[in-house]
């Protein structure tokens, strides 16, 4: 399919009328096609002449969403993009406020088909509007947007990003404020929990998420992800044991670099000896941690592990890391440079006896 390509011959919007219309009006046949796409073009450039833009973007958004399924996603980015662009025409804000209304409502109407499309497009709208009062209007569609379409996993990830994006925006010095983020902090937490595939982060550290530790009925929560982050599987195994009607309620149910036993491996995920080794190809395919398997000596000899947070003890392992390598770069290029000289000086000590 063809992709809607504006030209200096025809205004993009009018380009976008037209290409779908035609894609709306392709079924009917040519005949009623045909009238149906100069009716609409006709109508679009009225619109264009009496400044009416907010009627221009409606006749766009009612014949973008007839194609939403029959367009493909790069068509359709396009030409949302165009319609999102009309927020820039007119002088009242007041009317661009309307018209980012009327997008952002259009756009998460049926959230569970193509979510991922959907918040991008809400993202480019964001991005172009000036008013606070607007962008927060849209900033919220997106919020429940990400929130709706969480089922998908294509747009699970865009809907923690999300919540995490917004859980930034809120700092610890108006208790109110930051007590109204408190349903998605605690949504953010069992998403990251759940996640299959995240397995650090900096969670601890939002004040929209450090609230949780002192409130009563969320405090198990902020427990759980601390203990996620920075404990181990025995703090697990005692917090299941004391919570268990909590992580039913949520459908809940890093070693040190080095060489590690198989039976540390065992011991600390409660498995059996045959278990040990998948577990271990588990890890380095979730790309935790590099390592080696030494089945002789059952032991693994890890060379990275992922931390799950990354505080000032890790930074500093990191610069002690980084000064080792240093020295040792330094002493290669010295032994490099020592050998250089020697040849060089064989080399001529030969020339001169050849001469």
């Not at 009623?32 to 009225?46: P, T």
């Not at 949520?250 to 577990?279: H, M």
């Given at each position: 399919?063809?992709?809607v ?47 009416r ?32 662009n ?55 569609k997106?919020?429940n ?151 002789i ?11 799950r ?47």
């Amino acid at each position: 399919m063809t992709t809607v390509v504006p030209t200096s011959e025809e205004d993009p919007a009018l380009s976008v009328v037209r290409f779908t219309a035609e894609l709306s009006w392709a079924d009917a046949g040519p005949e009623v096609a045909e009238g149906q796409v100069s009716r609409l073009c006709v109508e679009a450039g009225e619109c264009m002449i009496q400044n009416r833009w907010l009627d221009l973007a409606s006749l766009m958004l009612t014949s973008a969403d007839v194609i939403i399924s029959k367009a493909s996603e790069k068509d359709l980015e396009c030409v949302y993009t165009v319609i999102c662009n009309l927020v820039k025409k007119p002088e009242s804000l007041d009317q661009v406020h309307e018209m980012a209304e009327l997008i952002a409502t259009k756009v998460t109407q049926q959230p569970n088909d193509k979510p991922a499309l959907r918040l991008k497009i809400l993202f480019n709208l964001y991005n172009l509007l000036e008013n606070p009062y607007s962008q927060f209007f849209v900033y919220m569609k997106a919020l429940n947007l990400a929130i709706a379409g969480k089922d998908s996993k294509s747009s699970a990830k865009d809907s923690f990003d999300f919540l995490v994006k917004y859980l930034e925006t809120f700092s610890g010095d108006d208790a109110l404020t930051v007590a109204e983020a408190k349903e998605e902090a605690v949504h953010a937490v069992i998403e990251f929990v759940k996640a299959p595939d995240m397995f650090q982060g900096d969670l601890l550290d939002m004040p929209a998420i450090a609230q949780l530790e002192k409130d009563p009925k969320y405090a198990p929560v902020y427990q759980l992800l601390k203990i996620f982050l920075t404990q181990r599987l025995d703090a697990y195994l005692d917090f299941h044991s004391a919570n268990s009607d909590f992580l039913t309620s949520y459908d809940l149910g890093s070693n040190e670099s080095g060489q590690i036993p198989y039976s540390l491996i065992k011991e600390t995920l409660q498995i059996e000896d045959s278990e040990v080794e998948p577990w271990i190809v588990k890890a380095i395919t979730a790309k935790l941690i590099d390592c080696r398997i030494d089945q002789i000596n059952q032991v693994v000899i890890v060379s990275r592990c992922t931390e799950r947070v990354f505080g000032v003890h890790e930074w500093q392992f990191l610069r002690s890391k980084l000064a080792t390598w240093r020295g040792n770069i330094a002493n290669v290029i010295s032994t490099i440079q020592a050998n250089k000289i020697t040849e060089d000086g064989t080399q001529a000590v030969q020339g001169l006896t050849i001469r």
